[in-house]
């Protein structure tokens, strides 16, 4: 189990039961466990909706798109099955707040499945976990169990007359399965590579039925949504921007770790106090704040920007998974360009030409020219590559390399210039990120 971490200004809304010993059911009712799934079969699917529509709920799987909108797009009338299927492949680079979720509160997100299954007209859910999170796999099915046992989900759910079916699934460890329709084929059993859309999932998705994708801290969120009311969490957040989130603080920090914190908070803050500031009195140089996919920060820009969608969209931006990694003055920028390339050159499912093609070349030009074999033309040929992914791709992962790339030749050009005619790296005697195990 991963060490937890704990800071006065957390408010601790899905991290309430971590450390408690909630995976066994008995705690998990003890800690007021499935009662907001016996309010809500008290309650009209439209009303469940509505309260999650009040609460401003965003999905925390990066897009941070509204919950409630989400579910009121599945039509009410199918002739199909419809399904709750949950989002736990968490592969985005610096992010690991999913994993925390299922280790210590697997209950709440089959009872975020319920709610949710309830809210649409859905009673089968399946919660899809990361190929490399086998570990998690034995937690959740002892708790499905459990649940099954005590009646909670299988045949006649709590005396309701309704039978509610959840599953759970894995991947194999491929971070485009983490793509919402990548992963619905991939829970058909074919290859994780993305569909066309439209149609969207909410009206045809698993086995074409209509389906709400939603991640793990989305679908957790749900139960204590209902128990404490919409407008409550909505109040712990900005407008717009409801609840808390669970924020994986990772790099240069003397205090990584898992925190939740509720929407808005200040960049600085969770650096510098939360995080207790960069080691060995060293200066900030980036700042990724929300999963290797989003447009890195300066120090001025991430002293300066809130935590949540809104302050992030305002400039153009993602505030993205949670995974929020601190670089320090001895980070090499050129060298963490090629490190987050590797990653999607090796990730890219192949399908399409501009990201299939786009990250091999960006992985082959950035390593020559990391290692000293770069030309001046090199530096506006790599952000031209990446601005020419950008949108023309079949999925978002093509976004997700150009992204981080050109923000990092645009931000820290100077770093580029500065590796120029076959000087050696000017970080080389430095500590850098270690190479991945594929690279
Ligand atoms: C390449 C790629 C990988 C993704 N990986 C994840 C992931 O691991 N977990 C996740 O919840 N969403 C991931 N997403 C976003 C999902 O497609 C989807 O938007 C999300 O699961 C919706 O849930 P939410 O509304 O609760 O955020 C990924 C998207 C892309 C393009
Ligand atoms: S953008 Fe990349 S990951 Fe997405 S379909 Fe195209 S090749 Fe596959």
């Known amino acids: ?18 450390g408690k010993g909630a995976a066994a059911i008995d705690k998990y009712l003890e ?56 989002n736990g492949d968490e592969s985005e680079p610096g992010t690991c707040k999913d994993r925390l979720i299922l280790e210590h509160d697997p209950h709440a997100v089959i009872e975020g499945v319920l709610i949710a299954g309830l809210a649409v007209g859905a009673c089968t859910g399946y919660i899809y976990i990361r190929g490399e999170y086998r570990y998690l796999v034995d937690i959740l099915r002892k708790a499905l169990d459990e649940a099954k046992a005590k009646g909670f989900i299988g045949k006649n759910i709590f005396g ?36 066309i859309r439209p149609p969207f999932p909410a009206v045809v998705g698993l086995w074409g039925g209509p389906t709400v994708i939603n991640n793990v801290e989305t679908i957790a969120s749900v139960p204590h949504i209902l128990m404490m009311g919409g407008a409550k969490y909505a109040s712990y957040g ?20 898992v925190y939740e914190l509720p929407l808005g908070y200040p960049m600085k803050k969770l650096i510098y106090d939360v995080g207790g500031g960069i080691p060995n009195g060293k200066k900030l140089k980036a700042v990724v704040p929300g999963g290797s996919s989003t447009f890195l920060l300066k120090p001025e820009e991430a002293e300066a920007i809130s935590c949540d969608f809104d302050s992030f969209a305002k400039r153009g931006e993602f505030l993205g998974s949670g995974g929020v990694v601190v670089l320090d003055e001895d980070t090499c920028m050129v060298n963490f360009a090629l490190r987050v390339m590797k990653f999607y050159q090796h990730e890219s499912c192949g399908w ?17 020219f990391h290692a000293g074999g770069g030309v001046k033309k ?25 992204i981080p790339t050109m ?23 430095k500590k850098q990120i270690p190479e991945p195990a594929f690279a």
Request: charged share 25%; hydrophobic share 35%; glycine share 10%.
């Open 1 to 18: 189990m991963a060490d937890l971490v704990s800071h006065p200004d957390e408010v601790r809304i899905i991290s309430a039961r971590f």
């Open 31 to 86: 800690l007021d466990g499935y009662k907001a799934v016996q309010k809500a079969l008290k309650m009209q699917p439209d009303e469940i909706i509505n309260e999650v529509k009040i609460s401003a709920l965003r999905g925390r799987g990066g897009a941070g798109f509204s919950t409630g909108m989400k579910w009121s797009f599945v039509p009410k009338e199918s002739a199909k099955p419809k399904y709750i299927l949950v």
């Open 160 to 195: 309701s007359g309704i039978d509610f079916n959840v599953y759970w699934h894995t991947g194999a460890g491929a971070y485009e399965v983490g793509e919402e329709s990548a992963l619905m084929e991939s829970l058909e059993g074919k290859r994780g590579i993305p569909r």
């Open 238 to 257: 900005p407008e717009k921007n409801g609840g808390t989130r669970l924020f994986c603080l990772s790099g240069h920090v003397n205090k990584p770790g």
């Open 352 to 368: 399409c030409i501009p990201c299939r093609e786009g990250t091999d070349w960006l992985k082959k030009t950035l390593i020559r």
């Open 378 to 402: 090199d530096i506006d040929n790599i952000n031209y590559l990446a601005q020419n992914m950008l949108g023309r791709t079949f999925c978002p992962l093509g976004d997700a390399a150009a």
């Open 407 to 429: 923000s990092i030749v645009q931000k820290w050009r100077q770093e580029f210039e500065d590796h120029l005619d076959g000087k050696p790296c000017p970080f080389e005697s």
